[in-house]
């Protein structure tokens, strides 16, 4: 758990901007573009309005896409990224969660999704 403003700047601090799945003025990922090998490392979260609300949010997972289009393509299989890829934004992943106040049970009833 954080809010959408810590992560934001968590994220920032490691390459990673808001994605542009934006559905309806929600967004629920930030991405960081690795365009030497035409990927994306996606982190998700609950979400937020692009209003700019500060809300409670929760990390939901990392995930990889092609670079172009992250709005609309399937995951890419963990199998088929570089064993450095994988390290960097797991570890990436990892950081950007310590900026939060960690694991809550309840964290359902305190996000906006």
């Known amino acids: 758990m954080m809010d959408t403003f810590r992560l934001r700047g968590a994220a920032a601090?490691?390459?990673?901007?808001?994605?542009?799945?934006?559905?309806?003025?929600?967004?629920?990922?930030y991405q960081k573009v690795f365009s030497g090998i035409d990927c994306s490392a996606l982190i998700g979260f609950?979400?937020?309005?692009?209003?700019?609300?500060?809300?409670?949010?929760?990390?939901?997972?990392?995930?990889?896409?092609?670079a172009i289009d992250t709005a609309r393509q399937k995951t890419l299989p963990l199998a088929s990224m570089?064993?450095?890829?994988?390290?960097?934004?797991?570890?990436?992943?990892?950081?950007?969660?310590?900026?939060?106040?960690?694991?809550?049970?309840?964290?359902r009833k305190k996000t906006q999704r």
């Open 46 to 66: 609950t979400g937020a309005h692009l209003s700019e609300n500060n809300v409670p949010c929760a990390l939901q997972g990392l995930s990889f896409v092609r």
């Open 13 to 29: 601090k490691f390459g990673y901007h808001r994605s542009q799945n934006a559905d309806g003025g929600y967004s629920v990922s």
């Open 82 to 107: 570089p064993s450095v890829l994988l390290s960097e934004a797991w570890n990436d992943f990892h950081a950007i969660a310590a900026a939060g106040s960690g694991f809550d049970p309840e964290w």
